[in-house]
């Protein structure tokens, strides 16, 4: 089992709004994988009263953990000005985390720097921040999708959503916008240079390692 730096845990309340498709997603369903986690100490990295943390399943890069609320909202359509706390626990327990993982992997360079945001337009059933290592090394980044919904604008920061929150009470996605960024060009992150296909953008970033 996966050590927890906290074992308390609470039961999650009833959900608070359907998912990003309208409808709370069957148990089975691979979109309600997250919900699972809540409950599986096997996956969790951390663990307390407000939020959730685990290693993704199919990382983007070397080190990827996802933060989720213990209370079970659906995705940032659904948040307002009463969950503003929560997430900012959510914001501080994903740093936190992150430099205890990299600490204990050795990280350094961009693998020790991270970025923390969600995306716009999420698949998965279930609020989650990513907490995601900036050298993009993994074999599961595979499409120019994958790329750009964590290098463009579809990736809302954490600090700004928070700010967002306060300033509006409510997050508004444009959602045309959004899906129009994933099939942006493969620019890398670091030097703005363009690439046609995603290995030889991969090929790429080993040069930005350090």
């Known amino acids: 089992m996966a050590s927890s730096l906290s074992s308390t845990s609470e039961k999650r309340k009833t959900p608070s709004s359907d998912n990003v498709n309208g409808n709370q997603p069957k148990k089975n369903h691979w979109s309600a994988a997250l919900s699972a986690a809540i409950d599986d100490e096997s996956v969790q990295v951390y663990k307390d009263d407000l939020c959730t943390v685990i290693n993704d399943k199919f990382p983007k890069a070397c080190i990827?953990?996802?933060?989720?609320?213990?209370?079970?909202?659906?995705?940032?359509?659904?948040?307002?000005?009463?969950?503003?706390?929560?997430?900012k626990h959510m914001l501080?327990?994903?740093?936190?985390?992150?430099e205890k993982v990299a600490a204990k992997a050795n990280a350094r360079g961009s693998f020790a720097h991270f970025?923390?945001?969600?995306?716009?337009?999420?698949s998965m059933a279930l609020l989650h921040m990513h907490v995601i290592s900036q050298d993009f090394i993994s074999d599961s980044l595979k499409t120019k999708k994958h790329w750009n919904s964590f290098t463009s604008d579809y990736f809302l920061d954490a600090s700004q959503v928070i700010d967002d929150?306060?300033?509006?009470?409510?997050?508004?996605?444009?959602?045309?916008?959004m899906r129009k960024l994933l099939d942006n060009e493969l620019t890398c992150h670091r030097c703005s240079n363009n690439f046609t296909t995603m290995p030889k953008l991969k090929q790429h970033l080993l040069m930005h390692i350090s």
């Open 92 to 98: 501080k327990v994903g740093k936190e985390t992150a």
């Open 115 to 122: 970025r923390y945001g969600y995306h716009a337009i999420p």
């Open 165 to 177: 929150l306060q300033a509006n009470g409510f997050i508004r996605v444009d959602t045309v916008r």
């Open 64 to 87: 990827h953990l996802l933060v989720m609320p213990n209370e079970n909202i659906a995705n940032l359509k659904s948040v307002n000005n009463t969950h503003v706390s929560l997430l």
